[in-house]
């Protein structure tokens, strides 16, 4: 069955930088998009980027653009998500999801996801 866990969150200064895992199983994630979003506390998850399968395209919401990069290491089948220059509105659970990669990010579009790991940037 396919599973996505998430890994790596933590507490963080605002300025600090933080990278988190997402570990696939049942898939092999290079031949499918893998995308990252965020809920913070009584908002909508949005999206933060996203991979495109094997050719390794990206994209990225405007607000994270220039400080987060998205990346892939098909030996450990994991995609990770660095966040540098972390900002105190970055704080929110943090999950990976398998779907459909574009600009727009639409969190509809994941049909598997995995249960989040919590960054909180202090300021």
């Known amino acids: 069955q396919v599973q996505l866990v998430e890994s790596g969150g933590g507490l963080v200064q605002s300025g600090g930088s933080l990278r988190i895992s997402c570990a696939a199983s049942?898939?092999?994630?290079?031949?499918?998009?893998i995308g990252w979003f965020r809920q913070a506390p009584g908002k909508e998850r949005e999206g933060v980027s996203c991979?495109?399968?094997?050719?390794?395209?990206?994209y990225y919401a405007d607000s994270v653009k220039g400080r987060f990069t998205i990346s892939r290491d098909n030996a450990k089948n994991t995609v990770y998500l660095q966040m540098n220059s972390l900002k105190p509105e970055d704080t929110a659970i943090y999950y990976c999801a398998k779907g459909d990669c574009s600009p727009t990010l639409t969190p509809i579009f994941y049909y598997y996801w995995g249960q989040g790991t919590q960054v909180t940037v202090s300021s």
């Open positions: 049942g898939i092999t994630s290079a031949y499918y998009a």
């Open positions: 991979i495109s399968s094997s050719d390794g395209r990206a």
